[in-house]
Each structure stands twice: as C-alpha cells, then as structure tokens.
C-alpha cells in the first residue's frame, strides 16, 4: 500500500511558476514509478509527467514539455512537479500516482493522491 500526499497547489499568474510536491508512504519507495496526471473541469484527467524509479526516465506530455520537470527524492519519499512558464490551460485539479512500472495513462497507476488545485489567471 502505498498513500500520496500532494502539496504546493495555488494560484498564479500567466508566466508565472510553481512547485507540487508528493510525499508517499510505505516501503520501498524508489520501487515505484511515479506520474503526474491533471484534470480540468469537465474534461478528462490526462497524463502530464511521470518518473521511473531510478528517476533516469522521465516522459512528459506535449503539452508541458519544456516548461514543466518532474524529479524525485528517494531519501525523501518524494516526488516533485516543477511547472515554469504557467498559462491558463494549465489551471486543472493535479494529482501524483503510483505505479509498479513507468506508464502514461490513468489505468496503469494503482495509488492516487487526493489531488491539489493549480489556478492560472490571465
């Protein structure tokens, strides 16, 4: 079992940045891949990051790519969202996740975090 904690939600200007952190829970930490996933009211949640467990691998979606970095601390239990260059299609409930490999979609993960609010006004 493994629980997520996220943090670091709030609300930002256009251009501006923030960082989300997730504390996990349980054992072997650095066992887990970790994802970043995002949903926006009435849409769909969508993949936005993820993080192999070594931390050597890190996919993103088109959308973020370049302005977003995700990285992990595995002494910590802890994975991080570093999202740059913020406009407001960005603004979404994110959420962290927990998988026993890497994946980009929402059915691979097995452990959600209750989400935090990233809101970017214009």
């Known amino acids: 079992q493994v629980q997520l904690v996220e943090s670091g939600g709030g609300l930002v200007q256009t251009g501006g940045s923030l960082s989300l952190a997730c504390a996990a829970s349980?054992?072997?930490?650095?066992?887990?891949?970790m994802g970043w996933f995002r949903q926006a009211p009435g849409k769909e949640r969508e993949f936005v990051a993820a993080i192999s467990g070594s931390g050597r691998t890190t996919p993103y979606a088109n959308s973020v790519k370049g302005r977003f970095t995700v990285s992990r601390d595995n002494a910590k239990n802890t994975v991080y969202l570093q999202m740059n260059s913020l406009n407001p299609e960005d603004t979404a409930v994110y959420y962290c996740?927990?998988?026993?490999?890497?994946?980009?979609?929402?059915?691979?993960?097995?452990?959600w975090g209750q989400g935090t609010q990233v809101t970017v006004s214009s």
């Open positions: 996740a927990a998988a026993g490999t890497l994946g980009v979609t929402t059915t691979w993960y097995d452990y």
């Open positions: 349980g054992r072997a930490f650095s066992t887990y891949a």
